[in-house]
């Protein structure tokens, strides 16, 4: 039986998702299927990750709009798009992900026989979305396949009667490709991920402004692209911090900023699973987050293999920065202790494989608990 397996997002930029999908999709070719990832943006912009050269890329050209009639007139050609493209292919099963695009996705297949799993990618209950949409959210996901989620914390954000078809699948990472940091002194600190409210880059701009003198010698380098991008500059401007903070966009080669420092920070909000410190973990860096929902504590065992502090308190945040600039053998403690962790904590993309291919009728033995 030849399975042929789409994979539907919003875009192919940088991200967790996109990372994700990356790596499964490479598993589903080396095991003979066929795969097709479907993405709404522009055919334009290259892709971020390096897909498998068997892998089909659908770029739909159908990016969102924002206000009113537009907003809706663009998720229904995404659904009269997604539809025809569905009802066009012969594919076994559809894996859909981030919750917007799991809506869509379940529409355009209802009718088509086609399976389809969706993957919750963040905490659906801090992401600001209108009653509409909450209302598909609870109505569509009875639908589902399966839902898959990235931590057993999360469960409960869905409806009750859905929790049971839920599977835990934490992220699959590969082996860090590129280079490790170049030192474990190297006075760098380094942050990554979307420019948005979500990450707390401006909580950890406050943060490091607090200690910024006590620890001359260090740099803050925040790696990632998005729309608060001018609001983080002026506040870096704002505090002081020019020369010292910097904000280079996206790294040229996925995964290649743990080359760039020696400690790394997680200042989120929220989360889903955060890929980079997973990644930043695995790469020896030491590390410090906020205890957000969801993620950081199923990654780190506080003071042993990195600092754990109450989410949203910046003063703590502040400490525990210095703390780990400041004292040599805890930083390296911590990043010894970081990579084994951080390594055994990921899924395989086996795992994922076995999922996908439950649905598609094929015998499994290699499925996550």
Same mark, same amino acid.
């Given at each position: 039986?030849?399975?042929?397996?789409?994979?539907?997002?919003?875009?192919?930029?940088?991200?967790?998702?996109?990372?994700?999908?990356?790596?499964?999709?490479?598993?589903?070719?080396?095991?003979?299927?066929?795969?097709?990832?479907?993405?709404?943006?522009?055919?334009?912009?290259?892709?971020?990750?390096?897909?498998?050269?068997?892998?089909?890329?659908?770029?739909?050209?159908?990016?969102?709009?924002?206000?009113?009639?537009?907003?809706?007139?663009?998720?229904?050609?995404?659904?009269?798009?997604?539809?025809?493209? *569905?009802?066009?292919?012969?594919?076994?099963?559809?894996?859909?992900?981030?919750?917007?695009?799991?809506?869509?996705?379940?529409?355009?297949?209802?009718?088509?026989?086609?399976?389809?799993?969706?993957?919750?990618?963040?905490?659906?209950?801090?992401?600001?979305?209108?009653?509409?949409?909450?209302?598909?959210?609870?109505?569509?996901?009875?639908?589902?396949?399966?839902?898959?989620?990235?931590?057993?914390?999360?469960?409960?954000?869905?409806?009750?009667?859905?929790?049971?078809?839920?599977?835990?699948?934490?992220?699959?990472?590969?082996?860090?490709?590129?280079?490790?940091?170049?030192?474990?002194?190297?006075?760098?600190?380094?942050?990554?991920?979307?420019?948005?409210?979500?990450?707390?880059?401006?909580?950890?701009?406050?943060?490091?402004?607090?200690?910024?003198?006590?620890?001359?010698?260090?740099?803050?380098?925040?790696?990632?692209?998005?729309?608060?991008?001018?609001?983080?500059?002026?506040?870096?401007?704002?505090?002081?911090?020019?020369?010292?903070?910097?904000?280079?966009?996206?790294?040229?080669?996925?995964?290649?900023?743990?080359?760039?420092?020696?400690?790394?920070?997680?200042?989120?909000?929220?989360?889903?699973?955060?890929?980079?410190?997973?990644?930043?973990?695995?790469?020896?860096?030491?590390?410090?987050?906020?205890?957000?929902?969801?993620?950081?504590?199923?990654?780190?065992?506080?003071?042993?293999?990195?600092?754990?502090?109450?989410?949203?308190?910046?003063?703590?945040?502040?400490?525990?920065?210095?703390?780990?600039?400041?004292?040599?053998?805890?930083?390296?403690?911590?990043?010894?202790?970081?990579?084994?962790?951080?390594?055994?904590?990921?899924?395989?993309?086996?795992?994922?494989?076995?999922?996908?291919?439950?649905?598609?009728?094929?015998?499994?033995?290699? *499925?996550?608990?």
């Amino acid at each position: 039986m030849t399975v042929h397996v789409a994979f539907v997002l919003a875009g192919l930029d940088a991200g967790g998702a996109e990372r994700v999908i990356e790596i499964v999709s490479r598993a589903a070719i080396e095991r003979g299927w066929q795969v097709t990832v479907v993405a709404f943006d522009s055919p334009a912009s290259p892709p971020f990750n390096s897909f498998h050269p068997d892998v089909r890329l659908e770029r739909l050209d159908l990016p969102p709009r924002s206000g009113g009639a537009a907003k809706w007139w663009a998720v229904a050609r995404r659904l009269a798009a997604l539809r025809r493209l *569905l009802r066009a292919r012969q594919f076994t099963v559809l894996v859909s992900f981030l919750t917007k695009i799991n809506v869509i996705s379940l529409i355009s297949a209802s009718g088509t026989g086609i399976p389809t799993i969706v993957a919750e990618r963040n905490n659906p209950q801090r992401q600001a979305m209108s009653p509409a949409w909450n209302f598909a959210l609870r109505l569509l996901y009875a639908r589902a396949a399966q839902i898959v989620l990235q931590t057993e914390r999360s469960r409960p954000c869905l409806p009750p009667g859905q929790r049971a078809r839920a599977v835990v699948l934490p992220n699959p990472m590969d082996r860090p490709r590129g280079p490790q940091p170049v030192a474990p002194d190297l006075p760098v600190l380094v942050a990554v991920g979307r420019l948005t409210a979500q990450k707390g880059f401006d909580l950890l701009l406050d943060a490091f402004s607090a200690i910024a003198e006590a620890v001359p010698a260090w740099k803050l380098v925040i790696w990632g692209e998005g729309p608060d991008r001018l609001e983080l500059e002026r506040q870096v401007a704002q505090l002081g911090l020019t020369g010292r903070v910097r904000l280079p966009g996206l790294s040229e080669v996925p995964g290649s900023w743990v080359s760039t420092g020696s400690c790394f920070v997680l200042p989120s909000r929220y989360e889903g699973y955060p890929n980079v410190l997973l990644e930043a973990m695995q790469a020896r860096m030491a590390v410090v987050a906020f205890d957000c929902e969801y993620g950081p504590s199923e990654l780190i065992e506080h003071q042993r293999n990195g600092l754990l502090v109450a989410n949203g308190d910046v003063r703590a945040l502040s400490e525990a920065l210095l703390r780990v600039m400041t004292d040599p053998p805890l930083r390296a403690r911590l990043a010894a202790q970081a990579s084994d962790q951080g390594w055994h904590k990921r899924a395989t993309p086996e795992s994922w494989i076995d999922v996908i291919g439950r649905h598609a009728g094929l015998e499994c033995t290699n *499925l996550w608990h």
